[in-house]
T-cell receptor, first 114, second 110 residues
Framework: EAGVAQSPRYKIIEKRQSVAFWCNPI?????LYWYQQILGQGPKLLIQ????????DSQLPKDRFSAERLKGVDSTLKIQPAKLEDSAVYLC????????????FGSGTRLTVV | RKEVEQDPGPFNVPEGATVAFNCTYS??????FFWYRQDCRKEPKLLMS???SGNEDGRFTAQLNRASQYISLLIRDSKLSDSATYLC???????????FGAGTQVVVTP
């Protein structure tokens, strides 16, 4: 079974620039999650999709972050404009159930904002 | 108070020794619990689920104490390869919204 695919693996941008990350979940997984993990902290949920609908985006900084999952499969997360404090690893995870069944993470995108 | 709290460590453990650490959670209605392992610069990976009766997987034993709202992980006969950060994960029961602790770092030394 192919895992959760994410790209790019690394990204370095200047503050105020924009950046986008891509995630392709495990085939058949209806639920997709984006997490932000700052160095030394646990992952923090940014947004959760059930198919192509948003279940929870309460911790997404909506003034600069956006995410979509138009066809209920792959997803993109965008930051515009980026701030220094956005430097983190952005992890995508997917599960086949709404209760987190078969929860699997991708390898993440490491973002550095300079 | 954080929803999930862990001692960040590091726990420095001689190879072959036993190490144990806890994780406390604030939501008494939480329904499921997990331990994830995260190696340096890698994604978290499921180590084991934690059941009410306690469960064991080889050298790893997980316990749940609902009355005191904590879960524990014990590693016996530590190996160098056990060096990692162990993340406590709590599912409060709503839509798979996992809550992660900040992790406990374990360093196994020769």
């Amino acid at each position: 079974e192919a895992g959760v695919a994410q790209s790019p693996r690394y990204k370095i941008i200047e503050k105020r620039q924009s950046v986008a990350f891509w995630c392709n979940p495990i085939s058949g997984h209806a639920t997709l999650y984006w997490y932000q993990q700052i160095l030394g902290q646990g992952p923090k949920l940014l947004i959760q999709f059930q198919n192509n609908g948003v279940v929870d985006d309460s911790q997404l900084p909506k003034d600069r972050f956006s995410a979509e999952r138009l066809k209920g499969v792959d997803s993109t997360l965008k930051i515009q404009p980026a701030k220094l404090e956005d430097s983190a690893v952005y992890l995508c995870a997917s599960s086949w159930g709404s209760q987190g069944n078969g929860y699997t993470f991708g390898s993440g995108t490491r973002l550095t904002v300079v | 108070r954080k929803e999930v709290e862990q001692d960040p460590g590091p726990f420095n453990v001689p190879e072959g020794a036993t190490v144990a650490f806890n994780c406390t959670y604030s939501n008494s209605a939480s329904q499921s619990f997990f331990w994830y392992r995260q190696d340096c610069r890698k994604e978290p990976k499921l180590l084991m689920s934690v059941y009410s009766s306690g469960n064991e997987d080889g050298r790893f034993t997980a316990q749940l104490n609902r009355a005191s709202q904590y879960i524990s992980l014990l590693i016996r006969d530590s190996k160098l390869s056990d060096s990692a950060t162990y993340l406590c994960v709590v599912n409060p029961g709503s839509w798979g919204k996992f809550q992660f602790g900040a992790g406990t770092q374990v360093v196994v030394t020769p």
